[in-house]
């Protein structure tokens, strides 16, 4: 990264090291959603609503593989600034090893104890049958998952976020090419969409070994030493990106029971189709912070403060245009976008579009939010970034949806986001006023 910012940071620099991250996280966005578009299409309704009510589960695993890759990469960063390789080739390897075992504890504990997952997340009839085959399939991608995630944080790290496209390009060709084979060709229903996704990342892990262990780069695996303190300290500093992951399962899990009591089998198919509209219109800012949190871990290590704040002043603008331009596209363009996932005039393809109008207050506050989670991950403060990602991802979404669906019915539950957004906005500008001076940056 000393490379690419030794004189002075440029647009053009910034946007060459950055945008690869946000059109990686576009790219994620559009395959999850086409997921959705083949399982609604090909299969139908109620198997759209059962991969709805399976994503808590892939909710709290992200959610833990994220922790790890977010939580160590932002450290291993700020040891390169700092000038110690070996310590972060140490600490690189170290985390992959952890990685690995953690995938393997999240395959075996979820097809141990199916049965009783499946119940939990309220499945019932078809429903049930639906959860469990797509769930006993996807288990077995938990380890690739992991890894997967580890590898395209430190290529991003190691100064190439451009190849952490050849990642998401080549998983995403797979995922896409299977879903349709497996769905549209072969008939397998929601056990292909299992296979499919199983398939794509595996071969996002794949792509990142592969750059790892052939192509010449600065992080290298080494001998390494058991260093618990540094693993507790991935946890805790990785804990927001966690929170963000883990949260968006768990609220998916309290949306459903809400929401299937409101409108049965029919709501929760619609819900799930704005939250994939919601996730792919967030990718863009998630995938700005990303690209943005290793910069800033990077020279705040190197003690050169006058070039994180240029990189804060960037980030006002960008959230700013892409944060009007997301809503804009929800209102002018929702009913284009509901009809991708349902043909008009069906009580399903009604509830998603008045869903997806709504949906656009919420665009409009998140990326500022988003952005502050990222942003004191990459000072190391896994505290704050905690706060605000469970605050906006969990929290209020748990207060407001029995409550505003209570009283408002659907309309109230589509309306959590925003209410969610609101809330989190005050206790972000109070965080980065707070910490200002601790870390030396500025926003004028």
């Not at 006993?136 to 430190?154: C, K």
């Not at 976008?337 to 869903?355: C, K, W």
Request: proline fraction near 2%; charged fraction near 10%; hydrophobic fraction near 55%.
């Amino acid at each position: 990264m000393e490379n690419v910012f030794s004189g002075k940071v440029t647009p053009k620099a910034f946007t060459k090291f950055v945008w690869p991250s946000m059109l990686m996280m576009i790219i994620i966005g559009l395959y999850y959603n086409i997921d959705s578009v083949f399982v609604s299409n090909f299969v139908g309704e109620k198997a759209l609503a059962a991969l709805s009510m399976s994503y808590p589960v892939q909710g709290i695993m992200w959610g833990f593989a994220v922790m790890l890759a977010a939580g160590s990469s932002a450290i291993v960063a700020i040891k390169m600034g700092e000038g110690d390789q070996q310590a972060a080739n140490e600490k690189y390897t170290l985390i992959c090893v952890v990685s690995i075992i953690l995938g393997f504890v999240f395959l075996i504990a979820c097809l141990v104890f199916i049965d009783p997952i499946v119940n939990f997340l309220g499945a019932e009839g078809v429903l049930k049958q639906y959860c469990r085959e797509f769930l006993v399939i996807l288990a077995w991608s938990f380890p690739a998952s992991f890894l997967g995630s580890i590898f395209e944080y430190f290529i991003r790290v190691d100064g190439r976020p451009g190849f952490t496209l050849v990642l998401y390009i080549s998983g995403g060709c797979v995922h896409v090419l299977l879903d349709y084979i497996f769905m549209g060709v072969m008939d397998m229903g929601i056990e292909g969409a299992a296979y499919a996704t199983l398939a794509g990342l595996t071969t996002t892990m794949i792509a990142g070994g592969v750059y790892f262990i052939f192509m010449e780069t600065k992080l290298t695996f080494v001998r390494f030493k058991n260093d618990w303190k540094f693993i507790g300290h991935c946890f805790l500093n990785g804990s927001s990106e966690m929170v963000s992951e883990a949260s968006a399962g768990i609220a998916t899990f309290f949306f459903n029971l809400v929401v299937i009591r409101i409108a049965g089998d029919t709501g929760v198919a619609a819900m799930s189709i704005v939250l994939n509209l919601h996730y792919f219109l967030i990718s863009v800012h998630l995938g700005y912070i990303m690209g943005v949190a290793p910069l800033i871990s990077y020279f705040y290590g190197a003690k050169e403060y006058d070039k994180v704040n240029v990189f804060i002043k960037y980030s006002k603008v960008f959230i700013f245009v892409m944060s009007i331009a997301s809503a804009a596209v929800c209102l002018i363009f929702g009913r284009y976008i509901v009809m991708v996932f349902e043909r008009p005039g069906s009580e399903l393809f009604d509830l998603a579009l008045t869903g997806t109008r709504l949906l656009s207050a919420a665009l409009l506050l998140c990326g500022f939010n988003i952005f502050a989670s990222g942003f004191f991950t990459a000072y190391g403060n896994g505290q704050i970034s905690a706060l605000i990602s469970l605050s906006r991802g969990l929290i209020m979404l748990i207060v407001g949806i029995p409550i505003l669906g209570w009283l408002f019915g659907m309309t109230g539950v589509f309306l959590t986001l925003t209410f969610a957004e609101v809330v989190t906005l005050a206790l972000t500008f109070r965080m980065f006023v707070k910490y200002r001076d601790v870390y030396h940056y500025s926003f004028k």
